[in-house]
């Protein structure tokens, strides 16, 4: 790679090699060539004088692009599409004066960014099925394993380790579920000429329209879509691109939450990420282990949610049947999308298969706090006793407020147990007060609840999607 120019950090750090390929030129081109042959295919079926030959010999040349001669043709045409055109037929002299027939620059260009946007999803859903299947090995693992809970970050009822990571699944299921629906009902744009009127194909069809209909039909056939785009100016609706950059920044939100609360944990000493043996955390602090991982998930993460208004302001902004205000923008937009959401992804999973769990630390929290949780059953089982309901819930309001200012001012340890024990109106030892301090009592359905939804929804997801579980990722740094 050139030192001395600028290198994307997509291709050198954050995506594979696989999402790289797919907005590669190579890529690009051999698609062109792929809907020129379905077109003269379709033309040859339709009836025009299009030959079994010339679509032969088209075939033969698909992969093997020329591709200095037609640098040296765009540098005469100044236009991209016609000096391919230009350079296939030089491999092609047969065929040459029947390639891109009736059609103009958006054929090629606007169905090869529908192909590429689908064979990118296809990518992201792969990895997106086994970054599921990854937190569900810890969920399941964890699912007993009591756990402080937190609303505003702030101590609440105990959940467990793996409850928590199903509330990470349930976005990656809710994130599945749209990347289906959206690959699902991917259209082509088909061959609707330079305003969308299919004119040129009429005149070629000799006014037949229903050879019309027909040809985008054969072609969105033979590329492996069910249809295209029933009507459009001379591109499609722009707006696909604004649902397929949304369906990834759902993708980015839920990775970035994830990174989030794994970060916080991280500080709380209770999970970390993976940390390699002779990964540096600060050049300066030589102790620390910085979640530099998950920091990344979340930095790429912004960007996409970000990258995401582009096109929805170039959906918004194209005058009648087209204008080119959305080339350049959309060549950048779409394809950092997809590289940003690929290495989202790897992060993502390369994180979730290797978390550190320190039980002890959960545990110490957990009980750190669980005294105060614990209170009302206390006060009902001092009730039993005979005591009263109303003295005694103002006794605990003002152990309470007693041991928590032992903890934040004097910061010590909390003593609740002990004031209450202590106390005569609760009728109790410290002994029977810890007997009822079991965190599993007070972790509710969160074992039941985890086990249900991995059983009942992960699970079937997996069945289904078993091929393409298994997949090894690579973080470059």
Request: aromatic share 8%; glycine share 4%.
């Amino acid at each position: 790679m050139a030192n001395d120019t600028y290198n994307t950090p997509f291709n050198s750090r954050y995506a594979s090699k696989e999402m790289q390929y797919i907005y590669s030129p190579d890529f690009k081109f051999k698609t062109w060539r792929k809907l020129w042959i379905a077109l003269a295919e379709a033309e040859n079926e339709l009836g025009l004088n299009v030959t079994q030959e010339q679509i032969d010999e088209l075939k033969e040349h698909a992969e093997d692009i020329n591709y200095d001669v037609a640098r040296e043709y765009e540098k005469k045409f100044r236009h991209d599409v016609m000096s391919h055109v230009h350079a296939y037929g030089e491999q092609c002299p047969t065929a040459k004066g029947i390639i891109h027939l009736g059609a103009t620059s958006c054929y090629v260009g606007d169905n090869t960014d529908v192909i590429t946007m689908r064979e990118a999803l296809l990518l992201i859903k792969k990895k997106l099925v086994n970054a599921i299947a990854s937190v569900s090995k810890f969920a399941d693992e964890y699912k007993n394993m009591p756990c402080l809970g937190f609303t505003h970050f702030q101590p609440a009822q105990p959940t467990t380790v793996g409850k928590r990571a199903t509330l990470w699944l349930m976005d990656l299921v809710m994130d599945l579920n749209e990347v289906d629906h959206v690959l699902d009902s991917l259209m082509l744009l088909g061959s609707k000429g330079t305003t969308g009127t299919q004119a040129s194909f009429l005149e070629l069809f000799d006014g037949d329209h229903e050879k019309c209909k027909e040809l985008d039909r054969r072609i969105a056939e033979k590329m492996g879509f069910k249809a295209c785009f029933p009507v459009s100016g001379q591109t499609y609706a722009r707006k696909l691109d604004t649902i397929v950059c949304n369906c990834l920044a759902l993708i980015a939100q839920s990775c970035c939450k994830f990174s989030n609360d794994l970060r916080l944990l991280q500080n709380l000493k209770e999970i970390e990420e993976p940390f390699e043996k002779n990964q540096i955390g600060s050049s300066a602090m030589a102790y620390k282990r910085n979640p530099m991982r998950s920091e990344r998930i979340a930095s790429l993460s912004r960007y996409v949610m970000i990258d995401a208004l582009n096109p929805a302001w170039t959906a918004s902004a194209q005058w009648f049947e087209r204008t080119l205000d959305d080339s350049a923008n959309k060549r950048v937009s779409v394809a950092e999308a997809f590289l940003a959401t690929d290495g989202i992804l790897d992060l993502y999973i390369n994180v979730t298969s290797g978390l550190v769990v320190y039980p002890k630390v959960i545990e110490a929290r957990l009980m750190s706090e669980l005294p105060f949780m614990a209170t009302e059953n206390i006060m009902m089982d001092a009730v039993k006793r005979g005591g009263d309901r109303q003295e005694l819930h103002e006794k605990i309001r003002q152990h309470s407020m007693a041991a928590g200012a032992v903890v934040k001012v004097e910061g010590g340890k909390n003593d609740l147990v002990e004031r209450i024990a202590a106390d005569p109106a609760f009728n109790t030892t410290k002994e029977e007060i810890l007997a009822i301090l079991k965190p599993e009592n007070f972790v509710g359905r969160a074992p039941e609840q985890t086990a249900d939804f991995l059983n009942e929804v992960i699970n079937p997801i997996l069945e289904e999607n078993k091929d393409l579980i298994g997949l090894e990722v690579e973080i470059n740094v």
